[in-house]
């Protein structure tokens, strides 16, 4: 819930500047608040760079108010959307249960779901952290064929390491991945898992986005407050 609309087009034009400087093997997707999502679609216009929402309903149409059908943010150009993101999980309740419908939506309007998993501080520090995720992949994204979860992009977000002034390390972020990437293959096989794109998402900048690139199992970020200007959020791209 960062910039208003007319900010949120000037920084879209800027990424639109230096994506022209970026190998074209790299993928940009720039997800911004509801209320801006026509107008940056019109700033992206001529690039590259796909369009994502940051959640969509549980629901497909009705008396939902205040909600975003999966179809209203389609029809605007978006190609992505942002599901199960830890502030949705901790401020609004979401569950395995909702995930799922909004998940399947998703799916049926054609766009990727960009699916957020991920451990609080008490989970990191207990120990129990494998098995939460692991929990939040197969309650959330088990009940899909392979054809359908080869659709999907996941997220891991280091919820501790977030604002707290507390860094996941490299090889932290690379042990999740690895073991994330194992879980899908338990369940899909080695060719699903191998095509899936891993996000990383706890607090990657320009000064350590290069470190957590360089693993073998970190396929990209998720960028938060890094993003928030362009010449932030390029750091972290030239990096990647």
């Not at 910039?3 to 087009?9: I, K």
């Not at 609080?120 to 120990?127: A, C, K």
């Not at 080695?190 to 350590?208: H, R």
């Amino acid at each position: 819930m960062n910039t208003l609309p007319a900010e949120g087009v000037e920084l879209a034009k800027g990424v639109v500047a230096g994506r022209g400087e970026v190998c074209s093997c790299v993928n940009f997707i720039v997800c911004p608040p509801f209320t801006h999502l026509s107008m940056v679609a019109e700033a992206l216009k001529g690039s590259d760079i796909a369009l994502g929402a940051q959640d969509c309903a549980t629901e497909a149409k009705g008396a939902y108010t205040g909600e975003i059908a999966a179809s209203m943010i389609a029809a605007l150009g978006c190609k992505y959307v942002i599901l199960g993101h830890s502030e949705r999980r901790q401020y609004y309740g979401e569950t395995s249960e909702t995930l799922r419908e909004k998940v399947r939506l998703a799916l049926d309007n054609s766009l990727t779901p960009i699916f957020c998993i991920g451990e609080v501080l008490e989970e990191r520090e207990n120990g129990t952290f494998f098995d939460v995720v692991k929990a939040q992949i197969e309650e959330g994204l088990f009940n899909l064929s392979a054809e359908e979860f080869g659709k999907i992009i996941l997220a891991y977000e280091p919820v501790w390491a977030i604002g707290t002034g507390k860094t996941a390390t490299d090889d932290q972020a690379q042990e999740m991945h690895a073991f994330i990437r194992k879980t899908i293959a338990d369940k899909y096989g080695c060719e699903v898992a191998d095509n899936t794109s891993i996000l990383y998402g706890g607090s990657c900048k320009p000064s350590n986005a290069k470190e957590l690139f360089a693993k073998p199992d970190v396929d990209g970020g998720l960028i938060g407050g890094a993003a928030l200007q362009a010449e932030s959020f390029m750091g972290i791209v030239n990096a990647f």
